[in-house]
């Protein structure tokens, strides 16, 4: 197989979701909404904003239908703040049927980028989360491995071990 430009986006994009399932999974449905510290993301908190991401790189960025019901924004967009009250969100199934939805769709987007596409920048409201196109994945993995980092923590407040690839 030929690596490509859109092979290591790929792979980057599917290596740290692997991460992502991996601590996900392992934290219970009645956990998910566990603090450690008071205002800090909580494992549903952290699905919805992932997915919302996801939705707004695809519909923003791509021009894709957006798939995320409106009021998300106010829950997982940037500048929300999560609560503990389990009420004020969507069950954490839905979450992560819009976390794996969403991904998939932005992935059909990325993977099909040319390298013209590439080199174009990121429209100006989007300028700070990456300069163009082309550092579009790596930005999205960064920004991931700090919720994932988060996750880490999650699981430890809950007395979890860690978990390994």
Request: proline share 7%; glycine share 6%; net charge negative.
């Given at each position: 197989?030929?690596?490509?430009?859109?092979?290591?986006?790929?792979?980057?994009?599917?290596?740290?979701?692997?991460?992502?399932?991996?601590?996900?999974?392992?934290?219970?449905?009645?956990?998910?909404f566990?603090?450690?510290?008071?205002?800090?993301?909580?494992?549903?908190?952290?699905?919805?904003?992932?997915?919302?991401?996801?939705?707004?790189?695809?519909?923003?960025?791509?021009?894709?239908?957006?798939?995320i019901?409106a009021?998300?924004?106010?829950?997982?967009?940037?500048?929300?703040?999560?609560?503990?009250?389990a009420?004020?969100?969507?069950a954490?199934?839905?979450?992560?049927?819009?976390?794996?939805?969403?991904?998939?769709?932005?992935?059909?987007?990325?993977?099909?980028?040319?390298?013209?596409?590439?080199?174009?920048?990121?429209?100006?409201?989007?300028?700070?989360?990456?300069?163009?196109?082309?550092?579009?994945?790596?930005?999205?993995?960064?920004?991931?491995?700090?919720?994932?980092?988060?996750?880490?923590?999650?699981?430890?407040?809950?007395?979890?071990?860690?978990?390994?690839?």
């Amino acid at each position: 197989m030929t690596t490509t430009t859109a092979n290591v986006d790929a792979a980057t994009l599917n290596f740290i979701r692997s991460w992502f399932d991996k601590l996900i999974e392992t934290i219970p449905a009645d956990k998910m909404f566990y603090q450690p510290v008071p205002t800090a993301n909580h494992a549903a908190w952290i699905l919805g904003h992932c997915a919302w991401c996801d939705d707004a790189f695809a519909s923003s960025l791509f021009g894709t239908e957006a798939t995320i019901p409106a009021e998300w924004k106010d829950m997982f967009g940037y500048g929300s703040e999560p609560s503990a009250d389990a009420s004020k969100y969507p069950a954490p199934a839905e979450l992560k049927q819009a976390f794996v939805r969403c991904r998939e769709t932005l992935m059909k987007q990325i993977e099909a980028m040319d390298d013209a596409k590439r080199s174009e920048p990121l429209p100006e409201d989007w300028a700070g989360f990456a300069p163009n196109y082309g550092a579009l994945a790596a930005a999205i993995a960064s920004h991931e491995g700090v919720h994932l980092g988060q996750l880490t923590v999650i699981r430890k407040g809950l007395g979890m071990k860690p978990a390994m690839m």
